[in-house]
């Protein structure tokens, strides 16, 4: 079955603690990018991937790092979380050069930093 | 801007059409969508539109894109409490950055 998968799904820590989302797709998607979800202001990308080794930051990056070193696993890392980023956060990934590029999202992972 | 505009929440009564609105600002989208997400859950894409059609039917829905204007709308026939959910529609820009709405809650009441 295709499908993106986000561990954990809940996640509470304090701040400052380092943390890792993991995200892994199986449909061989070149690009693959994480959002927030904040009410009032929908879903804004952090940071996206357009291949192996390819990474740059979406709209809101500050306090985030990506990595890409597999094609199908695209890990977010807060090095030093903080309440700001109390959110919901999506992993989507997107096959490239197709005319009609559907992104498929991962069920999210809702993450509380007290 | 770099804003996708929707209305934040939306009543309707069961039986009657639902119209979600969205206004995108980049005429060089290519695909515009409409996403459901239940409670509890990611994004489901339930239609899209390409920039050059006017308008596109699936079975409850129709979605109506006027390019001069850079609105799009969500039209749900015969509203159900299942479609009770938020919807955000979203641009397809270059390098395929998909760039969504603020997301319009949609409440169907008896």
């Known amino acids: 079955e295709a499908q993106v998968t986000q561990n954990p799904r809940y996640l509470i820590t304090v701040t400052g603690k380092k943390l890792t989302v993991t995200c892994s797709q199986n449909?061989?998607?070149?690009?693959m990018s994480w959002y927030r979800q904040d009410p009032g202001l929908g879903l804004r990308q952090i940071y996206y991937?357009?291949?192996?080794?390819?990474?740059d930051k979406g709209d809101v990056p500050e306090g985030y790092k990506v990595s890409r070193k597999e094609k199908r696993n695209f890990p977010l890392i807060l090095e030093s979380p903080s309440p700001n980023q109390t959110s919901l956060y999506f992993c989507?990934?997107?096959?490239?050069?197709?005319?009609?590029?559907?992104?498929?999202f991962g069920q999210g992972t809702r993450l509380t930093v007290v | 801007g770099e804003d996708v505009e929707q209305s934040l929440f939306l009543s309707v009564r069961e039986g009657d059409s639902s119209v979600i609105n969205c206004t995108y600002t980049?005429?060089?989208?290519?695909?515009l969508y409409w996403y459901k997400q239940e409670p509890g859950a990611g994004l489901q894409l339930l239609t899209y539109?390409?920039?050059?059609?006017d308008m596109k039917q699936d079975q409850r829905l129709t979605v109506l894109l006027n390019k001069k204007d850079k609105h799009l709308s969500l039209r749900i026939a015969d509203t159900q409490t299942g479609d009770s959910a938020i919807y955000f529609c979203?641009?397809?820009?270059?390098?395929?950055?998909?760039?969504f709405g603020t997301g319009t809650r949609l409440q169907v009441t008896l």
């Open positions: 989507a990934s997107t096959p490239m050069g197709q005319r009609n590029t559907e992104a498929f």
């Open positions: 449909m061989n998607h070149e690009y």
């Open positions: 991937s357009m291949n192996v080794e390819v990474t």
């Open positions: 980049d005429s060089s989208s290519t695909y």
């Open positions: 539109i390409f920039s050059n059609m």
């Open positions: 979203a641009e397809r820009r270059p390098a395929s950055k998909l760039t």
